[in-house]
């Protein structure tokens, strides 16, 4: 029977590290949404692109090189250096803050005072956008995100667990990397949006765009910020489930897991984002343990999306978000 | 018109704060406004009035940098003005209340009332966010006028509320104190008693005098309301169909032909 609890335990923690990594993405849709009531579609594309930049740039690749190949008959594929990693993170930093600044200039400064849907439709497009520039940038082919994270079973974990239950807990540490990284992230965007005059500025700007304007605020600057933020917590998210996943494609589908963490912690919450990762990473290990055998398993593909059906039905503002207000 | 005047309950008028020249603002092929002229003086309360869609809000609109007239200048402090967006002209001084408010429903009328010190925040992103030594400075300094004016307004007790909940008479007034926060050279008010009770509507000019008696602030608003206008404004300025027909003391526009006109129909007989 203990050796069942501490299985049940493992699959727990595990569960919690899956879910840090929920939150990370969800983390990102949170930002704008708040920001500009605008429901990001884009989100996991960015991650996508931003893996994508952060490895192409690592390894020295030549951005275009296929269609510079097709076009100018060359044979271009890498510049034969290798970046170390921090520079070249910091470089695809200012790449998703260019990318940040493109969008306001050519999309959103468009379509100010549209209504939400519109918006909505916008990021679509830009979706679909930033998946064929990344394809067309960097190549199709599936590639593997090294930037010296931690990888592999936690030696030291299995052992003193073992000692001390004799049962060893099973814990990769790229998600214990992912849970520190994930928390010193929230903990700065919080004390950004609570305490600086950035971060009250995007609070009003979420509320009234009118109002904003008139209290000095700049629209413009406060959604380049914004999707620059955004497109920074895309990297991390990135970089995250690029090391543990490799990067490809698939990785912009992980925006879907996203959405059922989104029902339960709010649309409109940082911790919301978090609580819900964690619960929706941890519900779904332990569901898939003690139903899966009853049902023959593969619970996880629905788990999340039914739990977030039973919020809407429930509590449709989720677990922390704003309290919705009306006064008739 | 001479620099200092002092008006007959004892204010002082100072020289010429905004003059409006010749503006003209179309949408379109509807013209708004029409070649109109008119100055706003400091520590003075001015007034727009005119019946519907003479041009009032518009009119407000273009010295807030909502709009920007095709034609004509406006000449803010001495200074020429070219064409703006709203949050720049707002860093210049000017604060503004909308007709059907806009305020953060989401936030707090503390929180509310402490985006109008916005403008004034200049330590940097990382002190404040560390809240260390000039943001911490800063930060209390802005409390302290926020709670000032939260006081001025008699609103002490809905300072935690949500804006969202409150009723609409609390609401004008938190949005009159997010705009004086700002400490504005000038304070536009946009129909600022649209929608009041009588009782509402005492109160509400009470407070506007009270802004522009003790803070010294200049007031310019637009009102339906004949009876509070001429009680309020040192100056009325009158519109009708985007044109100025006239513009005085409020006894000189009450005698003008042209307004009572416009106010009251002209009999075609």
């Known amino acids: ?328 | 018109m001479s620099v200092a005047e002092i008006t007959p309950d004892g204010r002082t008028l100072g020289g010429t704060l905004m003059d409006m020249r010749n503006i003209t603002l179309r949408f379109g092929g509807v013209t708004a406004i029409k070649d109109i002229s008119f100055d706003i003086r400091e520590g003075e309360i001015r007034a727009i009035i005119g019946p519907n869609g003479a041009g009032k809000s518009s009119m407000l609109n273009v010295i807030s940098g909502f709009y920007n007239p095709q034609e004509g200048e406006v000449w803010f402090r001495g200074d020429k003005r070219g064409p703006m967006r709203p949050y720049q002209v707002a860093r210049l001084g000017i604060a503004r209340t909308f007709q059907n408010i806009a305020l953060f429903d989401g936030m707090s009328v503390l929180d509310n009332i402490m985006t109008g010190r916005l403008t004034h925040t200049k330590s940097g992103i990382l002190d404040q966010a560390i809240w260390w030594g000039k943001a911490q400075r800063e930060e209390i300094a802005h409390r302290e006028k926020v709670e000032e004016i939260i006081d001025f307004l008699e609103i002490q007790r809905i300072r935690k509320t949500p804006v969202g909940r409150l009723p609409y008479g609390l609401k004008k007034r938190v949005e009159l104190a997010r705009a004086l926060a700002a400490e504005p050279k000038l304070l536009l008010l946009d129909e600022p008693m649209a929608g009041m009770n009588v009782e509402e509507k005492e109160d509400m000019s009470r407070y506007i005098l009270d802004v522009n008696d003790e803070f010294g602030t200049t007031v310019a608003l637009i009102e339906h309301d004949m009876g509070v206008v001429m009680d309020l404004s040192d100056r009325v300025v009158v519109m009708d169909y985007g044109r100025k027909i006239g513009d005085g003391t409020p006894d000189e526009v009450r005698g003008n032909q042209d307004v009572i006109d416009a106010y009251l129909g002209v009999s075609h007989d």
């Not at chain 1, 271009?76 to 940040?100: K, N």
């Open chain 1, 1 to 328: 029977m203990p050796e069942q609890f501490f299985f049940a335990a493992e699959v727990m923690v595990n569960g919690l590290m899956v879910g840090v990594m929920y939150a990370l993405v969800a983390l990102g849709f949170v930002l704008i949404f708040k920001a500009s009531g605008i429901f990001n579609y884009a989100q996991g594309v960015m991650a996508l692109f931003a893996a994508l930049t952060l490895v192409g740039i690592q390894q020295g690749q030549v951005p275009f090189a296929h269609l510079i190949n097709a076009i100018f008959g060359t044979d271009l594929h890498h510049f034969g250096w290798e970046v170390p990693a921090v520079l070249a993170i910091l470089l695809t930093v200012l790449v998703m803050i260019g990318l940040a600044v493109l969008i306001e200039r050519i999309v959103l400064k468009h379509l100010v005072n549209q209504e939400p849907i519109i918006l909505f439709m916008a990021t679509i497009g830009l979706a679909y956008f930033l998946e064929g520039v990344g394809d067309l940038m960097w190549g199709s082919d599936i590639k593997v995100m090294d930037v010296g994270l931690p990888q592999g079973i936690s030696d030291v974990i299995d052992q003193t667990t073992y000692e001390w239950f004799g049962y060893g807990f099973f814990i990769d540490r790229l998600d214990i990397a992912a849970s520190i990284i994930a928390a010193l992230l929230v903990a700065a965007l919080i004390v950004f949006s609570q305490y600086t005059r950035e971060g009250r500025a995007l609070r009003a700007v979420a509320d009234d765009h009118q109002a904003a304007l008139s209290v000095g605020i700049s629209l413009r600057f406060i959604w380049v910020l914004v999707w620059s933020i955004a497109g920074f917590v895309a990297l991390v998210a990135g970089i995250m489930w690029g090391a543990k996943s490799g990067v490809q494609f698939s990785l912009s589908l992980i925006a879907l897991k996203a959405l059922p963490v989104l029902m339960l912690g709010g649309f409109t919450s940082i911790p919301g984002a978090i609580v819900g990762g964690l619960i929706i990473g941890m519900g779904e290990k332990l569901f898939e343990f003690l139903v899966g055998p009853l049902v023959g398993g593969a619970t996880e593909n629905w788990f999340a999306y039914v739990l977030a059906l039973l919020f809407l039905v429930f509590r449709p503002q989720g677990l922390f978000g704003e309290k919705i207000i009306e006064r008739v």
